[in-house]
């Protein structure tokens, strides 16, 4: 069973870099597949970040493209996220999750996420 | 403000059937496929139809989808107390060149 856990810091200051780390068990990231980050603001619906394939290929959200960075690390079998300059509108519960297959695919595992507050 | 349009509540009693809506445009819906999600609070979101219509393995048959130029529905039949969560649906924009989701809804059962 495929299974993806968030971890990072739970609060983070602002215009600092928020850091997040997604575990992958029961699958090997270097075996395909792509690899990404969404995350959902307080009373909001969900947004995606970016996404990563298992070779490296990024792919981001424009709205977010020039703040966030997605990197896989194969032999540790995780990815993560860095969002950096952020602010309180940066607040949310960011997901990690596996997508299968690009335009027509769709994110078939998810983490239970985890909650990132920007405050000072 | 979400690229997809859906109702911000639905709701319904044991045993009957709802639909949630999801409008998009042709960037998105009108050209790619639909997958909904379902979302319940301190769990892993669950995906629970692909490619407008699909169920994946383990998803009860009481979960259907369906699409029609740029709106697409999720159909609940005999609805049960566990079904009460958000649900959310996605299609591919090619604008964005990236996912885009609508903005949830939540279902109550009554």
């Known amino acids: 069973q495929v299974q993806l856990q968030e971890s990072g810091p739970g609060l983070v200051k602002p215009s600092e870099t928020l850091s997040l780390t997604c575990a992958v068990s029961?699958?090997?990231?270097?075996?395909?597949?792509?690899w990404g980050w969404l995350r959902q603001p307080p009373g909001k619906g969900l947004e995606w970040i970016g996404n990563?394939?298992?070779?490296?290929?990024?792919y981001y959200n424009p709205s977010l493209k020039s703040r966030a960075t997605v990197s896989v690390d194969t032999s540790g079998n995780q990815f993560s996220l860095s969002l950096s300059s952020v602010t309180a509108a940066d607040t949310a519960l960011y997901y990690c999750?596996?997508?299968?297959?690009?335009?027509?695919?769709?994110?078939?595992?998810w983490g239970q996420g985890t909650l990132v507050t920007v405050s000072s | 403000q979400s690229v997809l349009t859906q109702p911000p509540s639905a709701s319904g009693t044991p045993g009957q059937r709802v639909t949630i809506s999801c409008s998009g445009s042709n960037s998105n819906i009108g050209r790619n496929s639909v997958n909904w999600y379902q979302l319940l609070p301190g769990t892993a979101p669950k995906f629970l139809i692909y490619t407008n219509n699909q169920r994946p393995s383990g998803v009860p048959d009481r979960f259907s989808g369906s699409k029609s130029g740029t709106s697409a529905s999720l159909a609940i039949s005999g609805l049960q107390s566990e079904d009460e969560a958000d649900y959310y649906c996605e299609a591919w924009d090619d604008s964005l060149n990236g996912p885009v989701f609508g903005g949830g809804t939540k279902l109550t059962v009554l």
């Open positions: 999750a596996r997508r299968d297959g690009y335009t027509w695919g769709y994110f078939d595992y």
């Open positions: 990563i394939y298992h070779i490296g290929s990024t």
């Open positions: 029961g699958f090997s990231i270097s075996s395909g597949f792509y």
